[in-house]
Each structure stands twice: as structure tokens, then as C-alpha cells.
């Protein structure tokens, strides 16, 4: 069975950090690129970042680009997205979701997504 689980939301006031946790299982992990999708209350479902073992690339959102950083551990099927210098504005639930091969920004193209954990910021 593929699972997506993530974790480490949150609250957490303007400014500060958080780290978030995908943990795969069930799917061949190298062979997949992971990327990180938000959805903010009212909005469509928009992608931040992504890591791809294979390509050997990494993607950002220019919403988050300098203060996300995606980083992978593929001994252990996991891959992070370390969130700094959060905003009120980053508030929103955030999906880890996985692509055989490459990175994609395109919601549709992901074959598997995780429930997602709400991260709020305060102001």
C-alpha cells in the first residue's frame, strides 16, 4: 500500500521556523520525485518546492524561494521541507505528494499525495 504521511505542522508566530516530514512507503522511493503543495483556505492548491534524487534537482515557488529549504533522506524514505522566516501568508494546509521521475509543478501530474498538515502562522 503507498503512503504519504506527513507531520511537523503547527502553530507558529510570524518570523519563526518549522520543519515538515514526508514519510514514504510503498513505492520504490528513488525512483520518484517528492514534491511539497499548499492550500490556503479559499485558494487552489499551489506548488512550493520539489526534490528529485534522480534528476538531482530541487524546485522553488517564488512565494517561497530563499527562506524553504527541501532536503531528502532516502535511506529513510523521508524528505524534509524546512520552513524559515514564516508569514501570516504561509498559513495553509501542505501535501506532500510524489512523481515517478521528475519534478512537476502541476497538480495532476502527482500519482500519489499524503493528507497533508496544517501549519499556522500568527501574526
Known amino acids: 500500500e503507498v503512503q504519504l504521511v506527513e507531520s511537523g505542522g503547527g502553530l507558529v508566530q510570524a518570523g519563526g521556523s518549522r520543519r515538515l516530514s514526508c514519510v514514504a512507503s510503498?513505492?520504490?522511493?528513488?525512483?520518484?520525485?517528492i514534491g511539497w503543495f499548499r492550500q490556503a483556505p479559499g485558494k487552489e492548491h499551489e506548488s512550493i518546492s520539489c526534490?528529485?534524487?534522480?534528476?538531482?534537482?530541487?524546485y522553488y515557488a517564488d512565494s517561497v524561494k530563499g527562506r524553504f529549504t527541501i532536503s531528502s533522506d532516502n535511506a529513510k524514505n523521508t524528505v524534509y521541507l524546512q520552513m524559515n522566516s514564516l508569514k501570516p501568508e504561509d498559513t495553509a494546509i501542505y501535501y506532500c505528494?510524489?512523481?515517478?521521475?521528475?519534478?512537476?509543478?502541476?497538480?495532476?501530474?502527482?500519482?500519489?499525495w499524503g493528507e497533508g498538515t496544517l501549519v499556522t502562522v500568527s501574526s
Open positions: 526534490i528529485s534524487s534522480s534528476a538531482g534537482s530541487t
Open positions: 505528494a510524489a512523481k515517478r521521475n521528475s519534478c512537476s509543478d502541476y497538480y495532476y501530474a502527482m500519482h500519489y
Open positions: 510503498g513505492f520504490t522511493f528513488d525512483d520518484y520525485a
